[in-house]
């Protein structure tokens, strides 16, 4: 029983029978033990993926036991692979689909950079037309690697302010790539 | 066992000049013909009752800015699985009139190997159903492979060639 | 009364319960670039007439990284990081083909212990990609379980990689003339113990799939080819073999000394998903013995060439040998020139007959390289086979076919 670790509750007032604590950590906690990804797989980035989410690795222990293709119910989209420029329209078609709050985890060094493929037809990284919340490196990152990331963006999603997607400041940002 | 000596013999046989610059690189054996006989030479082959070549291995282009007057290369490699018997053929263009009929209707799958080298070189098949950029984006107005080109995005803004050693 | 009865002339009278014309129009379905059978990005737009499949046409190059014109400026060496990434499913395959067309231009001998070393580790690569394609298929037919099964040996056969080359899945495996490591204790162990315990579970992969009603229904008569219909379209490979032709690069043009081994072709005959499915697994039966008998006839003996102009020297050699010095600079800084020549190498990957046209004009990257990727050949074939069938078979046909996005825009 000692090897099982314990999630610590968010701070709070406790008594028999309530727990008081403020919306942000609740909602923050529940969030990110239960999010959906898209996994938006191109390449061997993919192929790293099927094996993360194999048995072995095992993604689903994380909340993600399903994987959603359609945009509109997913959380989080997981960019694993090349983008091409014959794919950027595409990609920022699907990120527009999405509904708020929407994370964006770049796996592989093809789509934090551009990788190896410094060429006229890669996207230099997909941060050229997309907003991105975690970069994973590696050619392809090792399942661990692509977890950890995963955990970052539990992170992120846990210490969110409710208020953030309404804010100026991510609105400012989603105007610089021309999304409204 | 088919020798590359035989076929040889017997191409110049049907064909006689048209067919010329014999060589077996690592044992290939390898000739080239103009624009006007590929397709015959291609027809000859594949109905030619003993040598039966009726598989279409590659298609594609090479770009030699240096030869004069034989700028683009189409290169094509045959096999005959009855008899395990390989072949390559040449067929060169002056880079003004880069243009050379398809194979599509005698090998189906010349369909996308002539758009994949229409797309990288810019070589027109006359009579191709639908000679369209393949692997490009559509709006492309250069053709990349050609040696003039770079291999970098030239809109790329945050790469200093100084830093790469170019 | 009369205006409001229409007279109809006698010629354009109906015979009694005759059915009216009916308008149809033709639907049009986009299936792709991105679409939850996760094979990789292609687009398939489909015409439908209701359930049916009228007419398809594809649209590829979503992921095209021109590998053709990277390689024109690396050097040899380094454009085996670049093959590694055409069929991500069976990485050694690739890097060993470009290895040997290489080996081929330089006319460079590998010894005979490199060479087995080299069939075991494209075997394992073999089996990798069949798992994925079969399993994927699993998947796409509604079973998820057998693909769970088989991934768990998917991850033994990364462990044995990376204890020959160190990485997972793009391995980058091998130097230009043999091996770089030895192949260590603990990689023969691991590959025997694989040898034992992976019979059990493609046996029960087998068990869970191959009678299945279900599964037959799906799969039997589904996306058929006829040979010479395949030979046209210049299918090679399971495909190939599948459609009834016994084309196997590894027995008519033998590379690497696989004309030692003993083993069979699986042959289908009509060419339809059951076939393909059954051919890619009888193909790891016959790859498991390959890798037994490599393994008991394993010879002794150096596993690289003695070519010190392309091999790097060995560390220890560097830093007290003199000729060795040199030859790791000039190897290094890019200053060894190859041949001038063209040669075309083909070896038998996951998917077929992938051929490396080599053109070498004698400076330290290619003049022209070109790669004849399987998948970029046969996927042309596929609104022929999915003509008449819902979109359920189309999806099975793709997924049967094993069309590897990496391979098919390049």
Request: net charge negative; glycine share 8%; aromatic share 12%.
């Given at each position: 029983m000692e090897r099982v670790k314990m999630v610590e509750a968010p701070e709070g007032v406790s008594g028999s029978g309530f727990f008081a604590t403020s919306f942000d950590q609740v909602i923050g906690h529940a969030r990110s033990y239960s999010l959906w990804p898209l996994p938006f797989a191109t390449s061997c980035c993919g192929i790293e993926f099927m094996a993360t989410m194999g048995a072995h690795y095992d993604f689903s222990r994380f909340g993600s036991e399903r994987p959603s293709f359609s945009p509109r119910q997913a959380d989080l989209l997981m960019v694993m692979g090349t983008i091409a420029k014959k794919m950027g329209p595409v990609l920022k078609q699907v990120y527009l689909q999405m509904a708020e709050p929407r994370w964006v985890i770049a796996v592989g060094a093809c789509a934090s950079s551009g990788g190896i493929f410094d060429t006229y037809s890669v996207l230099q990284g997909i941060d050229r037309v997309i907003p991105v919340d975690v970069y994973v490196p590696g050619c392809p990152p090792r399942p661990e690697q692509i977890i950890d990331g995963f955990m970052q963006i539990q992170e992120l999603a846990r210490n969110e302010s409710l208020r953030r997607r309404n804010s100026d400041e991510y609105q400012q940002l989603l105007a610089s790539y021309n999304i409204d | 066992m088919l020798s590359n000596k035989e076929v040889a013999e017997e191409l110049i046989r049907v064909f006689s000049d048209e067919v010329s610059g014999f060589e077996e690189p690592f044992g290939l054996l390898t000739f080239h013909t103009t624009r006007q006989q590929i397709i015959p030479v291609l027809q000859h082959l594949y109905n030619h009752s003993y040598y039966q070549v009726r598989f279409l291995t590659d298609l594609t282009g090479i770009h030699f800015p240096e030869q004069k007057g034989a700028e683009f290369a189409v290169v094509y490699h045959l096999h005959s699985l009855i008899h395990n018997f390989r072949l390559r053929i040449k067929v060169f263009l002056d880079k003004d009139d880069v243009h050379i009929p398809t194979a599509t209707n005698l090998y189906s799958c010349a369909n996308w190997m002539e758009r994949e080298t229409f797309d990288f070189y810019g070589i027109e098949f006359d009579g191709h159903p639908k000679l369209i950029r393949i692997l490009n984006i559509e709006e492309m107005d250069y053709f990349p492979m050609r040696k003039e080109y770079p291999l970098e995005d030239p809109t790329r803004d945050d790469k200093i060639d100084a830093l790469f050693g170019r | 009364m009369s205006d409001t009865i229409e007279i109809v002339p006698k010629d354009k009278l109906q015979p009694a319960g005759a059915q009216p014309e009916l308008i149809s129009e033709l639907t049009t379905l986009n299936l792709g670039p991105t679409h939850p059978a996760t094979h990789g990005i292609f687009q398939n737009i489909l015409q439908m007439d209701g359930e049916k499949i009228v007419s398809g046409e594809q649209t590829i190059g979503y992921i095209h990284r021109a590998f053709e014109k990277i390689a024109e400026r690396r050097p040899f060496y380094q454009i085996t990081t670049l093959t590694d990434r055409m069929n991500y499913c069976s990485s050694p395959?690739?890097?060993?083909?470009?290895?040997?067309?290489?080996?081929?231009?330089?006319?460079?001998?590998?010894?005979?212990?490199?060479?087995?070393?080299?069939?075991?580790?494209?075997?394992?690569?073999?089996?990798?990609?069949?798992?994925?394609?079969?399993?994927?298929?699993?998947?796409?037919?509604?079973?998820?379980?057998?693909?769970?099964?088989?991934?768990?040996?998917?991850?033994?056969?990364?462990?044995?990689?990376?204890?020959?080359?160190?990485?997972?899945?793009?391995?980058?495996?091998?130097?230009?003339?043999?091996?770089?490591?030895?192949?260590?204790?603990?990689?023969?162990?691991?590959?025997?113990?694989?040898?034992?315990?992976?019979?059990?579970?493609?046996?029960?992969?087998?068990?869970?799939?191959?009678?299945?009603?279900?599964?037959?229904?799906?799969?039997?008569?589904?996306?058929?080819?006829?040979?010479?219909?395949?030979?046209?379209?210049?299918?090679?490979?399971?495909?190939?073999?599948?459609?009834?032709?016994?084309?196997?690069?590894?027995?008519?043009?033998?590379?690497?000394?696989?004309?030692?081994?003993?083993?069979?072709?699986?042959?289908?005959?009509?060419?339809?998903?059951?076939?393909?499915?059954?051919?890619?697994?009888?193909?790891?039966?016959?790859?498991?013995?390959?890798?037994?008998?490599?393994?008991?006839?394993?010879?002794?003996?150096?596993?690289?060439?003695?070519?010190p102009e392309y091999y790097l020297p060995a560390k220890k050699d560097v830093y007290t040998s003199m000729e060795a010095l040199i030859y790791h600079f000039k190897i290094v800084m890019g200053e060894i020139d190859a041949p001038v020549g063209e040669v075309y190498h083909a070896v038998e990957g996951g998917n077929g007959e992938l051929g490396f046209y080599l053109v070498s004009d004698g400076g330290r990257a290619p003049y022209r390289l070109h790669f004849r990727r399987p998948s970029f050949i046969y996927y042309q074939a596929y609104p022929e086979m999915c003509k008449g069938l819902t979109i359920s078979d189309a999806i099975i046909i793709m997924s049967s076919l094993n069309v590897i996005a990496g391979e098919l825009d390049a």
């Amino acid at each position: 029983m000692e090897r099982v670790k314990m999630v610590e509750a968010p701070e709070g007032v406790s008594g028999s029978g309530f727990f008081a604590t403020s919306f942000d950590q609740v909602i923050g906690h529940a969030r990110s033990y239960s999010l959906w990804p898209l996994p938006f797989a191109t390449s061997c980035c993919g192929i790293e993926f099927m094996a993360t989410m194999g048995a072995h690795y095992d993604f689903s222990r994380f909340g993600s036991e399903r994987p959603s293709f359609s945009p509109r119910q997913a959380d989080l989209l997981m960019v694993m692979g090349t983008i091409a420029k014959k794919m950027g329209p595409v990609l920022k078609q699907v990120y527009l689909q999405m509904a708020e709050p929407r994370w964006v985890i770049a796996v592989g060094a093809c789509a934090s950079s551009g990788g190896i493929f410094d060429t006229y037809s890669v996207l230099q990284g997909i941060d050229r037309v997309i907003p991105v919340d975690v970069y994973v490196p590696g050619c392809p990152p090792r399942p661990e690697q692509i977890i950890d990331g995963f955990m970052q963006i539990q992170e992120l999603a846990r210490n969110e302010s409710l208020r953030r997607r309404n804010s100026d400041e991510y609105q400012q940002l989603l105007a610089s790539y021309n999304i409204d | 066992m088919l020798s590359n000596k035989e076929v040889a013999e017997e191409l110049i046989r049907v064909f006689s000049d048209e067919v010329s610059g014999f060589e077996e690189p690592f044992g290939l054996l390898t000739f080239h013909t103009t624009r006007q006989q590929i397709i015959p030479v291609l027809q000859h082959l594949y109905n030619h009752s003993y040598y039966q070549v009726r598989f279409l291995t590659d298609l594609t282009g090479i770009h030699f800015p240096e030869q004069k007057g034989a700028e683009f290369a189409v290169v094509y490699h045959l096999h005959s699985l009855i008899h395990n018997f390989r072949l390559r053929i040449k067929v060169f263009l002056d880079k003004d009139d880069v243009h050379i009929p398809t194979a599509t209707n005698l090998y189906s799958c010349a369909n996308w190997m002539e758009r994949e080298t229409f797309d990288f070189y810019g070589i027109e098949f006359d009579g191709h159903p639908k000679l369209i950029r393949i692997l490009n984006i559509e709006e492309m107005d250069y053709f990349p492979m050609r040696k003039e080109y770079p291999l970098e995005d030239p809109t790329r803004d945050d790469k200093i060639d100084a830093l790469f050693g170019r | 009364m009369s205006d409001t009865i229409e007279i109809v002339p006698k010629d354009k009278l109906q015979p009694a319960g005759a059915q009216p014309e009916l308008i149809s129009e033709l639907t049009t379905l986009n299936l792709g670039p991105t679409h939850p059978a996760t094979h990789g990005i292609f687009q398939n737009i489909l015409q439908m007439d209701g359930e049916k499949i009228v007419s398809g046409e594809q649209t590829i190059g979503y992921i095209h990284r021109a590998f053709e014109k990277i390689a024109e400026r690396r050097p040899f060496y380094q454009i085996t990081t670049l093959t590694d990434r055409m069929n991500y499913c069976s990485s050694p395959i690739n890097n060993f083909g470009w290895h040997m067309t290489v080996e081929k231009l330089l006319q460079v001998e590998v010894p005979k212990r490199a060479q087995y070393i080299r069939v075991i580790m494209m075997e394992l690569a073999r089996i990798a990609d069949h798992i994925v394609c079969n399993g994927i298929l699993g998947v796409d037919s509604g079973a998820f379980t057998g693909f769970l099964y088989v991934m768990q040996k998917r991850e033994e056969i990364y462990e044995m990689y990376e204890q020959v080359c160190g990485a997972r899945l793009t391995t980058n495996m091998g130097r230009i003339g043999g091996m770089e490591r030895d192949l260590s204790t603990e990689a023969i162990r691991k590959i025997r113990e694989f040898t034992k315990t992976f019979p059990p579970v493609l046996k029960e992969f087998e068990k869970l799939f191959n009678r299945n009603r279900i599964f037959m229904d799906r799969t039997i008569d589904v996306g058929g080819i006829t040979a010479e219909r395949a030979l046209d379209y210049g299918f090679t490979g399971p495909n190939l073999r599948a459609a009834g032709v016994d084309y196997d690069v590894r027995v008519m043009n033998p590379y690497s000394s696989y004309e030692d081994f003993e083993f069979d072709i699986p042959v289908g005959q009509s060419g339809d998903t059951y076939d393909r499915f059954m051919v890619r697994n009888e193909e790891m039966w016959q790859s498991l013995r390959i890798i037994e008998q490599a393994l008991d006839n394993l010879p002794e003996g150096p596993y690289y060439a003695d070519a010190p102009e392309y091999y790097l020297p060995a560390k220890k050699d560097v830093y007290t040998s003199m000729e060795a010095l040199i030859y790791h600079f000039k190897i290094v800084m890019g200053e060894i020139d190859a041949p001038v020549g063209e040669v075309y190498h083909a070896v038998e990957g996951g998917n077929g007959e992938l051929g490396f046209y080599l053109v070498s004009d004698g400076g330290r990257a290619p003049y022209r390289l070109h790669f004849r990727r399987p998948s970029f050949i046969y996927y042309q074939a596929y609104p022929e086979m999915c003509k008449g069938l819902t979109i359920s078979d189309a999806i099975i046909i793709m997924s049967s076919l094993n069309v590897i996005a990496g391979e098919l825009d390049a």
